[in-house]
């Protein structure tokens, strides 16, 4: 599990961590995400529509990676693989939610905060993690300090990342990659702007 979901990591320096407020929005949002170089997606399970969205883009963009985020327990993780998803990605960790992994084999990212997280997880079996929320969790500093004695573990930082400070996290030896949602303007949306998400998508993207 960890390995699969370590590859799909390596395939975008920045994931995009969408929230799906209109069915409508869901493909071309999707398109112009990966048309700016962005084609590894997590879609949180925030909203109503979320599941129908992951699989209409699914269906819209076979070659694009798409994974559910916000999975809390068995019922959404069930769900998200019904739907298709090729990861899935949750804020925290409980023992419902990594068994259900475990007996489906899902690419499972999941969240940790303290080096007692990091340590439950690696005792389950995961060393690629979501490290979350990150800005509040204490950012580089916290990381830096986690991979002292962890070096093993793998993160992808979520939670207060931008454009101005992603850097500082790609440049630390235990990131893979960072999600973020400062590329999904929402005013841009609410317009249907696509082409402007496609510019922050490329700007994302060249990180």
Same mark, same amino acid.
């Given at each position: 599990?960890?390995? !699969?979901? &370590?590859?799909? $990591?390596?395939? =975008?320096? %920045?994931?995009?961590?969408? *929230? /799906? +407020?209109?069915?409508?929005?869901?493909?071309?949002?999707?398109?112009?995400?990966?048309?700016?170089?962005?084609?590894?997606?997590?879609?949180?399970?925030?909203?109503?529509?979320?599941?129908?969205?992951?699989? !209409?883009? &699914?269906?819209? $963009?076979?070659? =694009?990676? %798409?994974?559910?985020?916000? *999975? /809390? +327990?068995?019922?959404?993780?069930?769900?998200?693989?019904?739907?298709?998803?090729?990861?899935?990605?949750?804020?925290?960790?409980?023992?419902?939610?990594?068994?259900?992994?475990?007996?489906?084999?899902?690419?499972?990212?999941?969240?940790?905060?303290?080096? =007692?997280? %990091?340590?439950?997880?690696?005792?389950?079996?995961?060393?690629?993690?979501?490290?979350?929320?990150?800005?509040?969790?204490?950012?580089?500093?916290?990381?830096?300090?986690?991979?002292?004695?962890?070096?093993?573990?793998?993160?992808?930082?979520?939670?207060?990342?931008?454009?101005?400070?992603?850097?500082?996290?790609?440049?630390?030896?235990?990131?893979?990659?960072?999600?973020?949602?400062?590329?999904?303007?929402?005013?841009?949306?609410?317009?249907?702007?696509?082409?402007?998400?496609?510019?922050?998508?490329?700007?994302?993207?060249?990180?």
């Amino acid at each position: 599990m960890s390995s !699969a979901i &370590k590859n799909i $990591l390596q395939q =975008s320096r %920045v994931i995009p961590v969408v *929230v /799906i +407020d209109r069915i409508e929005d869901a493909v071309p949002l999707a398109t112009a995400l990966v048309n700016g170089g962005l084609n590894v997606l997590e879609i949180t399970l925030r909203t109503p529509v979320a599941i129908d969205a992951i699989k !209409a883009m &699914k269906q819209a $963009l076979p070659n =694009s990676i %798409v994974g559910s985020g916000t *999975v /809390i +327990d068995a019922a959404t993780l069930q769900a998200s693989l019904d739907a298709g998803v090729d990861f899935i990605v949750s804020p925290g960790t409980n023992s419902e939610l990594l068994e259900a992994a475990k007996q489906n084999s899902a690419p499972l990212l999941p969240g940790a905060a303290t080096p =007692s997280e %990091v340590m439950n997880l690696l005792h389950h079996g995961f060393d690629t993690m979501k490290f979350f929320p990150a800005a509040a969790a204490g950012g580089v500093n916290m990381l830096k300090s986690i991979g002292g004695p962890l070096p093993q573990v793998t993160f992808c930082p979520t939670g207060g990342i931008s454009l101005a400070n992603a850097n500082e996290y790609l440049a630390l030896p235990n990131v893979a990659c960072v999600g973020g949602t400062w590329m999904l303007d929402k005013e841009l949306i609410k317009a249907q702007d696509w082409d402007g998400i496609t510019q922050l998508a490329k700007q994302a993207s060249q990180l």
